[in-house]
């Protein structure tokens, strides 16, 4: 699901989400992008999506971001965790949830 400014925080709201705060240019965030598929594939109470920085200026202010990829496991419209840079296991972020 590709969030924009104008959905993201309506649609956050409501469920678990794991999203992904990417760029074009990133190298490492399509190797992030398919890891989190998988998570959100092995983890059905949480939602995939993503949001590009170049197009979500107000998104990328709210979360603070300031590197990519980042990503925000949020629950009920409430961040629980975020980490950015890549990592090999994104498991991690689900485990108290």
Do not use: H
Not at 28 to 54: G, W
């Amino acid at each position: 699901m590709e969030l924009t400014d104008e959905n993201i925080f309506d649609r956050i709201e409501e469920g678990n989400f794991i999203i992904l705060a990417y760029t074009r240019w990133c190298e490492l965030c399509p190797p992030t992008m398919e890891k989190l598929e998988q998570l959100s594939e092995d983890s059905p109470n949480f939602t995939y999506a993503k949001f590009n920085l170049s197009d979500c200026p107000e998104a990328k202010e709210k979360f603070n971001i300031i590197g990519v990829p980042t990503v925000i496991c949020t629950v009920g419209g409430i961040v629980k965790d975020m980490k950015s840079g890549f990592r090999d296991d994104y498991y991690e972020l689900l485990e108290n949830f």
